[in-house]
């Protein structure tokens, strides 16, 4: 059982629920199936014709169906002594192992509610389990200063990410379509023996509501570029920034993070880390933004004009 669960955890880790699933079917509930159905009424046939008496006692008179039925279901529905002639103590375990892999996928893993889990500096973190993801959703909403379309330019700035993303040693625009939708290659440092994780982007900036709301998606696109030798490829992420207007020279800031980091790392270092970044980087947003107070003139003005 410690091993079926070890190993469990890795798939689920790196390859998600689904895949889980799919695999326990193949191994478990096939071969068990096929035994059942296929092996066993060979079994019995052969033991009724060649060994007359000798496992057949407690099932004369009774149909090859019935017979099938009750090792199926340990003799539950039949009268007759079933675990004294046949041993079935084994099948306890298979019969735990379907329905412990199934009962998550029946409870569904998006059901689960959001529970705070950090306030920090005026930010407040939120996380929802994923049974299908090695870390739970996260989302962070805090305040910083700032005019609404120079936070959103200096986000949109994805060659100074460095200078204000925790453990960003890289960020690079690969391809542009407009002043709302780029695609960005970025490179995310991680504390040794751990190996640096990469990751392409889709970014598109879109309006929620006038003037007053506005959002920043970051959704992985991870086939986009090739693998680069020594940096683990994140599979799955999306990412966004939610603004909206909350006074003078205010924003109300949301920050979402839902991400599969690839490969087999410790679930206590890698939710520890998400949840810490979070803070972290809009903390560091706001810094940012008054830092650059007169730097993006051009940029906003162009987000002006492209939402207006």
Known sequence: MLLAGFFAELVLQKKGMDALLRDRIKRILWPFLIGIFLFMPMFMLVTNDTW???????????????????????????????FNEYNFWHFWFIYFLLFFFASPNIQGADEVAWTDVAIDRGV????????????????????????????????????????????????????????RTTWVYS??????????????????????????????????????????????????????????????????????????????????????????TLIETIIALETQVAQTRDQYQFEIKALTEEFQ
């Not at 205010?250 to 993070?257: D, P």
């Open 187 to 276: 490179v995310t440092d991680s504390p040794w023996p751990v190996s640096d994780r990469d990751t392409v982007v889709k970014v598109v900036a879109e309006e929620i509501e006038l003037d007053q709301e506005y959002r920043v998606v970051m959704q992985a696109q991870p086939d986009l570029l090739p693998l680069v030798e020594g940096r683990v490829r994140i599979p799955y992420s999306k990412i966004y920034f939610l603004l909206k207007r909350a006074g003078a020279n205010t924003i109300q800031i949301e920050y979402g993070l839902d991400v599969d980091p690839g490969g087999v790392l410790p679930k206590w270092m890698v939710r520890r880390t998400a949840r810490n």
């Open 52 to 82: 007359p008496g000798a496992y057949t006692n407690i099932f004369d008179g009774v149909s090859m169906l019935e017979r099938i039925k009750s090792y199926l279901l340990w003799g539950a529905f039949t009268e007759r002594d079933v």
């Open 124 to 179: 407040t973190v939120w996380s929802r389990s994923r049974l299908d993801r090695m870390l739970p959703e996260l989302r962070a909403k805090g305040q910083i200063h700032g005019e609404l379309f120079h936070v959103m330019a200096v986000i949109l700035d994805n060659e100074r990410s460095p200078e204000w993303v925790p453990n960003c040693t890289e960020s690079r625009e690969i391809k542009r379509l407009d002043a």
